[in-house]
């Protein structure tokens, strides 16, 4: 129980001054009692000494005189314990409890101060000390925060890297297949964006194709090697040799049979054969065998080059223009969320403002269809928000029922916001009004058939036992009656009896369900 307010610093002084002796100092008062009053109630002043809750106006004057002492008592207290604790110290404590209540690093000193404001460490620091603290922990915690969110991502995409290692992927492996495959798997759904996991795919798959290629060439040097040292085992070979009588030798060799092309055979073999016999050969013979081999090895290695650029190349191509159109279409977005507002706008109004925006230069490369589309979604999108929110109002208005009128629920929503910014038209704010209650009443009609289903007291035999007496209708009803959803169809009471019949006369079409033993034998038999 509140014992009577204390005489108040400046009623005593008053009292001396009457008397004839000087009047008391008044203590100076920190900011923080200010700030603790804006919080809430009296109680939000650490060690007033008063219950929060509803007073009648009577004591409401005394309740804040007290408050106001008890807030000053505090301070006083505090500005002791500052004196004799080093400034160090109580800063550390006063960065402690901020870190204690989750202070975020991206928030306000106002949006944060009903946090910490109740702490004994709140009076540790001077109003100006409290804010210089306050403004170095939003700095250096938003810097760690920002460090913890990049190596988490960093952490992310490297567990992404490891799931595509273990995935068993191939170079024809596609992102949709993958993507089907592992759209569950914490590692996949880590990664936010589904273009960054596509690109990352991209590029694994990217290595995996080179890596293939660089395995082909390697496996070709030593296929290779192996049948010219074939050829070198055979001392009967010299310029004379042909390769039709020769290859019937090598039949069964496996150093033959590795390599997979017969031309690839014999050319190898001239390559060979040219050689052994360039010793014999004049100087024009020579230059011209090796202009040949170096352009037969030059039309190989560029139609090897050109198999292996042009499908990079045309990847590659797809994926800029795609990243292109990707951008396109993020400005365009971001154009439409910063300029267009009103979904009744039109696209020939909206289009010359966007026009006159520096940014409309990264857009034009979309296709005017396009443009047009994402501005239709983007109505759709303000159109639904604005419709969600009305209906929100709706919802939140208890006094609306089934019945209620228009004319009646106008009153209780017209100065609400959501209302205005709805429509200025009243006739599309009655439509839409209109079309609430017809689907609240769909729905409260759906849950009174869900709660026949529940009644047991309902069975086949219930239109028959009807048929004989009334009273058995009476006892549903009276059982219904305990349920609200019975008791919110009150307004359409014909209509709540004629679905009760109907669901009656369904079970008895029907006739008893089937025991719970009729399915016995089938399982039996699947034993």
Known sequence: MVQGPPVHPEAKSEDAAKEGEPAAKKPKIEDGVTEAAKVGTVSAVPGAGVVAGKVDEGNKQKLITVGKESAMEAELRAAKARATI??????????????????????????????????????????KERK???????????????????????ERKEDFKRLLESAGLTSKSTFSDFAQRYGKDERFKNIEKMRERETMFNDFIQDLRKQEREERLSQREKMKKEFLELLKEQKTLDKHSRWSDVKKMFGEDPRYKGVDSSSQREEWFKDYI??????????????????????ASIREREKEVQRTLSTHLRER???????????????????????????????????????????????????????????????????????????????????????????????????????????????????????????????????????????????????????????????????????????????IPEERKKLLMAYIEDLDRRGPPPPPTASEPTRRSNK
Not at 132 to 154: D, T
Not at 438 to 463: G, N, Q, V
């Open 317 to 491: 191509d797809k994926e800029r223009e795609q990243h292109k159109h990707d951008e396109a279409v993020q400005h365009f977005n971001a154009l439409l969320t910063d300029l267009v507002r009103n979904p009744d706008s039109s696209w020939r109004e909206v289009k010359r403002t966007l026009r006159k925006d520096h940014r409309w230069d990264l857009v034009e490369s979309l296709e005017r269809e396009e443009r047009e589309k994402l501005f239709s979604e983007h109505l759709d999108h303000l159109n639904k928000k604005k419709k969600e929110k009305y209906r929100e109002l709706l919802n939140e208005t208890s006094t609306i029922t089934l019945s209620s009128t228009w004319k009646e629920v106008k009153k209780l929503v017209r100065e609400d916001p959501r209302y205005t910014k709805f429509s200025s038209s009243e006739r599309k704010c009655e439509k839409e009004f209109k079309e609430y209650l017809k689907d609240k009443m769909a729905a409260a009609k759906s849950d009174f058939r869900e709660l026949l289903k529940e009644t047991k007291m309902i069975t086949y035999k219930s239109k028959k036992q009807i048929e004989e007496s009334e009273q058995h209708l009476q006892d549903i009803q009276k059982v219904l009656e305990n349920d609200k959803r019975y008791l919110v169809l009150a307004c």
């Open 86 to 127: 080093p400034l160090e110290v109580r800063m550390k404590e006063f960065r402690d409890m901020l870190v204690e209540k989750d202070v975020s690093a991206f928030s306000t000193w106002e949006k944060e101060l009903h946090k910490i404001v109740f702490d004994s460490r709140y009076l540790l620091l001077t109003s």
């Open 274 to 295: 040219s050689k052994l016999s360039s010793h014999g050969d004049d100087d024009e013979s020579k230059e011209r065998e090796k202009q040949e081999r170096i352009e």
């Open 132 to 154: 210089q603290v306050f403004e170095k922990y939003v700095k250096e915690r938003a810097e760690e925060e920002r460090r913890e969110k990049r190596n988490k991502m960093r």
